[in-house]
């Protein structure tokens, strides 16, 4: 295969990977912060009681 | 059915990732002049027309901020919790772009980055949004989101001159695929695999942003109960 083609799949490659770890790695944070904020409230309705 | 609604829409959009992945990779040809790496394109351009759309949406929340402030508080949170999460998720998209665009322009051009008018106003777009999300949470006090509002909407002013850069001045950067001058546009067999792209990148991306929205709610009720709280212990 030409050296220069298998450059270009890895070039690709790793764009792709970077792209995909970017939006999971922010989604799972988002996830966190959900989880955070349901927990204040859940705590706070809780004292409350 | 509030449920089965989100759980359908999350599996459609999963659905029209995997999709839009194949098309870009086994539906898709091979790029006569550039071979395989054009593909980054189904990733890069509708990261950056997503993040527009969501700088615009940041746009909108900031104006609707500024004009409800005073005598529609409700409101007024509702605008700000979407000029947060449009700009926070724009912000994601717009990294995408930075990062897969030098990856692209290393082997097409032979060099990562130049300082051509597109590459650089993006960057600066970005800097201006991050810089937004930097005031909202490290600044404190009463006025962090009318200053958040005014910079959201000086950022914005960035998109237009982001788009119409490499139609105003000569760039490394390639001349518009679309809506571009005569000649431009894309082989047949090529717009396909884009605009499922294009709809699989929207999808997911408005899928994050009523996420981000939704925590940024439940931030604002929390935050608001326990001022009530304080008041109430003082």
Not at chain 2, 165 to 182: C, K, L, Y
Not at chain 2, 204 to 218: D, K, N, T
């Amino acid at each position: 295969m030409d050296p220069a083609a298998i450059l270009d799949h890895q070039f690709v490659t790793a764009a792709y990977i970077i792209t995909w770890t970017l939006q999971l790695g922010y989604l799972a944070w988002l996830g966190l912060k959900w989880r955070a904020e349901k927990r204040a409230a859940a705590r706070r309705t809780h004292h409350a009681r | 059915m509030k449920k089965f609604a989100i759980g359908l829409y999350v599996a459609v959009t999963l659905a029209l990732m995997v999709w839009g992945f194949y098309q870009a990779i086994y539906v898709a040809p091979e790029d006569a002049m550039q071979g395989e790496i054009y593909r980054i394109i189904f990733y890069h351009v509708p990261s950056a027309s997503v993040a527009f759309l969501f700088f615009a949406i940041s746009l909108a929340g900031s104006i609707g901020f500024l004009s409800f402030r005073r005598g529609h508080a409700e409101w007024a949170q509702i605008s700000d919790a979407w000029a947060l999460a449009g700009a926070e998720v724009g912000v994601v998209f717009c990294t995408v772009v930075l990062i897969t665009g030098p990856i692209w322009g290393r082997r097409a051009w032979g060099i990562w980055w130049t300082w051509d008018a597109r590459l650089t106003t993006t960057l600066v777009l970005w800097l201006i949004y991050v810089s937004y999300l930097l005031l909202r949470r490290f600044a404190a006090g009463p006025q962090v989101q009318t200053l958040a509002a005014a910079l959201g909407i000086f950022g914005a002013l960035d998109v237009p001159i982001v788009y119409m850069s490499n139609r105003w001045w000569r760039t490394q950067h390639p001349a518009p695929v679309f809506g571009g001058s005569e000649g431009s546009g894309m082989a047949k067999v090529m717009v396909h695999p884009f605009l499922w792209n294009m709809l699989a990148w929207l999808a997911w991306g408005l899928l994050i942003l009523a996420l981000r929205y939704h925590v940024e709610r439940q931030h604002q009720q929390n935050a608001a109960a326990e001022a009530q709280e304080a008041l109430e212990s003082a």
